[in-house]
């Protein structure tokens, strides 16, 4: 059974941090995409990073470029994502998502999503 848990997720003020973590199983985590997406109320899912099960080959929105950075601990099978200088603009509900296609964010499987809220 494929697993996408995600952690990490809260309320922070303008300017600060969270470390968002995925944690998987059930799949062959370096064969797939793995990745983060987002979505807000009235907007668009938007892909955020991803990265290859196997590293290093990242992608990141350029909304997330200089602020976000995903990496992967291939001994645990999780996939963490650094959010920094946060804006009220990042607020939304972060998804783990897995494929084994390249592509970003990927959609074969996904997480419950966790709640990230970034107060002006």
């Known amino acids: 059974e494929v697993q996408l848990v995600e952690s990490g997720g809260g309320l922070v003020q303008t300017g600060g941090s969270l470390r968002l973590s995925c944690a998987t199983s059930g799949f062959r985590f370096v064969e797939y995409v793995i990745g983060w997406f987002r979505q807000a109320p009235g907007k668009e899912r938007e892909g955020v990073a991803c990265?290859?099960?196997?590293?290093?080959?990242?992608y990141y929105s350029d909304s997330a470029k200089g602020r976000f950075t995903i990496s992967s601990d291939n001994a645990k099978n999780t996939v963490h994502l650094q959010m920094n200088s946060l804006k009220p603009e990042d607020t939304a509900i972060y998804y783990c998502?897995?494929?084994?296609?390249?592509?970003?964010?990927?959609?074969?499987?996904r997480g419950q999503g966790t709640q990230v809220t970034v107060s002006s």
């Open positions: 998502a897995a494929g084994i296609e390249r592509q970003c964010p990927p959609n074969d499987y």
């Open positions: 990265i290859t099960g196997g590293g290093p080959i990242t």
